[in-house]
């Protein structure tokens, strides 16, 4: 039985929220894309990582302060929260099934922070002992509050996943020390925030979990003080203006994002309409002005950060694998509220992209940055110095199931495709059980089985939503046992899902069509880098060439004609099961045609030999870099 | 008369130069682009700097460590190199002519610096007092080395400007301390060196202008002991491999470029094959694979560094003025060792356009980064905290005159051209006067006047070396005095140079044609952002599209038709006097058409609204961001 407490986000009493998530437990992926992933994190990427923080120092930081180790300080000072990351992963993975390995792990993780706690409720290993004076000393930089809003994060996880309240008693107790220490200083409090947002967030779920108001006020505090130039007032910090003004993402890319989603979370919980107005603002700003093709965001080294609007450099794209994360957090969050698919077709675009690719097959290598064009020298690497991507990985993956579906008074809707059975409770009475059929992300044919009818009223009207893609630009009607169904609008939001109402009978079968071809897509002209250049898109995935595939060619040679007919090939065997693309391409070695000339005048512009055409081979970008280093292209020539 | 000590680099007794410098007030510049330039550095920009050198506590600096000023040390702990450097610039435009206020300016700093020497022969106002524990503690990151060089190269010029050895007896003390200090191990010395090049070339000079050959070991030490990993082993300091064995240009420019000079400075002395072997093929890497079309280089602003192979991206520029000015010294030094009119033509590249966009026509404000497109918001500044370009400029710009001719045994090689009269000293005695009578840069017809011959026996026979610029594919056969003359090849080096050799009498005339058709020049395709672009030149000359001369537009919606005609106008007094370009543009407003869409699907791309026709001014692209803030763009869509 689903345990209704184990959601991403509990949004149940939200009177803002259009949708309420179902529990990561009420959806069980059976399909070949996901459950393999699911299963390697539960597997092997948790446990991995497991000793990457014992072996790195990271738990002893914590059995230090509790007095269990001797040693000094390891890592950076911000390393606690890689163990509240990995905690909230493990809390999920253990919602959706018991795990005697993983459990034993997480209990003794539980059982070294507790230890730790300072008496006033105060946690983080790196301000005590020798640096307990510089407790709240340096918000700007130095991430306190960022770690302590993980550390409620996984502490509300576990709750929810399990009903213990063992680090959920920790957490309450250290965002009571922190709402006794900021605020207003009207309240004789300090006026501030933190440099890295993560603490809002944090405080709305736990007002969520525990009712109590406190939370959520504070959350709004430090939302509100952020803009009024109290770390600094720089954009890198999201500083420079209040959220309520923001016109355009801009600075450290991961800020900006948790920043968001801490601002829809408030929304969701009060209505403030000139934040909502912002948060969708920036939301157009971000997908229209600064997004890569991958979903992912952020592309700019210096400072880990957005750029000027169109400024999306392929080769040189930071995009943060946790960026993209956080994106998929901002956009389940505005989907919730909103109803509206358009957020789910981001989270969807930057799941299977921009996300997947920051993890190897094997699930035990991670890439930070995840550039669109490279010349194989970037290579996944096992852990980093500042490993806040790979126990975001996990954490995602683990929360995964909790965003197929989601519920409003109307009845269910399907967020996301992928072979899978839920049992979802209707906010009306009785359970339902959905069978989805479909060999998605490869295949846009999808069966939707009522395959059981638990407690619902047997003249109960309800409507299933489904998801339109943005991706898709015909489809045919749903069919309902084979006859075309119907499809009315709903009531409230519900932009691009098809909604199906009626009394449902178990054995009912909804039968969807989202034809896939191979979609040639360009970018505005303002994307100086993909000019006169194409990215091969099929459904929500997006399409690379890599040289493991093309030997002994250099592929920025490669010409994709625009008359080349790009054909799909399933390879059951390939990097874990994959459709490619197959074409002919044409080859010009242009570095020996240009014999060195950098520039030229055009008249003398050099004469390219004949082409040779070459077997073209395009597979999906998260999939790169899992075979031997070679280059890899997203945006290709074409003419 | 000319002070034959007052050149640029003394060559004059190296073994391995083909050519050797002439004094820097061996050449007059009486033109429209060069002397006005000169005028506002001796008048404004010096005078100018000195009050920021005084205003930002870095004359303050060494007065507190004479014990003449009571505070603590102010700015960077380099900043003692932006005295020296200013001091170079104001000694060398003392060598050109005597100006009383730079003088005294001059004096007060020298005084201030012997002043705060130490005993043993150390001088760097930021290691002395509370930091002098950390003296060469940090040879990596702190640049002590590198402000000994400043020193060193500012104390040569003011010998050679002056014949004063007040600063040159405080930089052989100084150098005298680092030689006893650094070396090999065998020798009980420290066998390291300094994060950032420097006095790499400042010791060859010292040895040149000494004649000490400890110097000239001593900058062999310096590098040959880089690359063996003593600070790092980082590419970023160019210490991953030895000089000999360097196959890219790497990590940050301005001290790669700095390495490279004080490679050639040492292969013209001591013509070690190898290390001249390494430098000309770091220099194709850098021409051909790194060099922006302006002649800047190093586009990451992550490190300030070179990066990949054709990385060039065009907004994101950062081919820093200090690093262009390292390119021309570089190839100043190249040119001089192996007369090879390549190296003139990268420095004639990147002074008229890479070089000169870092300073305002008004000599008073600079860029740090010079991109090939802005939205406007990149602005000059009158000073910055690390203010490493603008006296760099200045030293520059004074130290010019001395590039326009070479001599060897041969003859006079015109290296450059402009409006000017020059003074030049045979090898093989008497002194020749040439004029030059030119409008270049904007014009490519050229009279030299042997306007005087004093002392040259009457049957001395001696060649003129004309250099034919790489942007000239085409041109005439040059006259003597109105007749076709025959054109030899030079003996040895010589590539590009036409050669005149005649006994040549008082009165000849010689006349040039170098066509100026305007070029539409395309990069390499491997240049992502320049796909389908092309960026007009004209002579020597980069131009660029602003905002102020195409109101209410943005750039990038123009398109620039292959059949459209470019045609050139002069306009005397826009920007000091340029000739523009101008043609019709085609403009589409994308943003408008696309709608917000960042990616389309090829065959749903938007129609273009019907083109509007809009008049092109194109200017030169050193002269932008002297007017109404806005847009500016080289690199124009063509179709």
Not at 15 to 44: G, M, S, Y
Not at 332 to 358: K, P, T
Not at 523 to 545: D, F, I
């Amino acid at each position: 039985m689903s345990k209704p407490s184990a959601v991403v986000v509990d949004t149940a009493k939200s009177p803002q929220a259009r949708l309420h998530p179902v529990p990561v437990d009420a959806v069980t992926l059976t399909d070949k894309f996901w459950e393999p992933r699911r299963i390697i994190n539960r597997e092997k990427t948790l446990p991995s990582q497991y000793k990457h923080l014992e072996t790195t120092g990271r738990l002893n930081n914590f059995r230090r302060v509790a007095g269990t180790f001797d040693g000094p300080f390891e890592g950076i000072y911000f390393n606690d929260s890689d163990v509240y990351k990995w905690l909230e992963a493990a809390a999920w993975e253990l919602a959706c099934g018991p795990n005697k390995a993983l459990q034993a792990m997480v209990d003794e993780a539980i059982e070294l922070i507790a230890d730790a706690q300072q008496a006033d409720g105060y946690l983080n290993t790196y301000f005590m002992f020798e640096n307990a004076a510089e407790r709240w000393s340096n918000l700007k930089d130095k991430h306190e509050l960022y770690c302590a809003g993980h550390l409620i994060q996984a502490a509300v996880a576990h709750y929810r996943a399990t009903d213990s309240e063992k680090l959920l008693t920790v957490a309450r107790r250290f965002a009571n020390c922190i709402c006794a220490t900021f605020g207003p200083k009207s309240q004789n409090k300090r006026e501030e925030t933190d440099g890295h947002e993560e603490i809002e967030m944090a405080l709305v779920e736990l007002y969520r979990a525990t009712g109590d108001e406190r939370y959520l006020k504070q959350a709004q505090f430090f939302i509100e003080v952020r803009g009024r130039g109290t770390i600094g007032g720089s954009n890198y910090h999201q500083d420079h203006e209040p959220l309520r003004e923001q016109k355009r993402m801009t600075g450290h890319a991961v800020r900006h994002v948790y920043f968001c989603a801490g601002g829809a979370d408030l929304v969701t919980e009060n209505g403030d309409e000139t934040m909502r107005a912002a948060l969708h603002r920036l939301w157009q700003n971000m997908v229209h002005r600064q997004m890569y093709i991958t979903g992912g965001i952020g592309s700019r080294y210096e400072g880990e950060a957005f750029g000027r609007d169109f400024e999306l450099p392929n080769e040189r794209a930071y995009t943060e694998t946790c960026a993209a994360i956080g994106s998929v957090m901002w956009n389940w969050r505005m989907l919730l509220l909103e109803a509206d698919a358009h957020f789910a077709d981001v989270m969807e675009l930057a799941l299977y992209n921009g996300v997947m690719s920051g993890i190897s097959l094997d699930g035990e290598s991670y890439f930070y940055q995840n550039p669109l064009f490279d010349d194989g020298t970037h290579r996944r690497e096992p852990w980093f110095g500042c490993a806040c991507c790979p126990p975001n990985i996990a954490r995602l993956l683990a929360q995964l199931p909790g965003y197929f579906y989601a519920v409003s008074d109307e009845g269910i809707w399907t967020n996301f495709y992928a072979q899978s059975t839920a049992r979802i409770t209707l906010p009306s009475g009785g359970t339902v059980e959905l069978k989805q059929r479909t060999k998605y992300p490869f295949d846009g044919d999808i069966e939707i089985e009522i395959s059981a009818l638990d407690g619902v009223p047997a003249d109960c009207e309800w409507t299933l939503f489904l998801r339109a893609p943005a991706w898709c630009s015909s489809f045919h009607k749903p069919k309902i046992n084979g006859k075309s169904a119907d499809v009315s609008k709903p009531k409230t939001g519900g932009v691009n899902y098809l909604s199906l109402r009626r009394v449902w009978e178990q054995g009912d079968v909804v039968s969807l069509s989202f034809s896939m071809p191979v979609r040639r897509t360009e970018a505005h002209p303002y994307v100086a880098g993909t000019n006169t250049r194409v990215a091969l898109m099929r459904g929500p995935l997006v399409y690379c060439l890599e040289g493991a595939d093309h030997r002994g060619y250099d592929l920025r040679d490669f010409v994709l004609s625009n008359r080349a007919r790009v054909e799909c090939d399933d390879r059951p065997f390939l990097l874990g099961g994959v459709t490619v693309l197959t074409s002919s391409l044409e080859c010009c070695p242009l570095d020996t045609d240009y014999n060195d000339m950098l520039y030229f005048n055009q008249h003398s512009r050099p004469r390219k030999c004949a082409p040779q055409h070459v077997e073209m081979i395009a597979i999906p970008y998260y999939a790169w870099a899992n075979r031997t280093a070679g280059q890899m292209q997203v945006w290709i020539r074409t003419r």
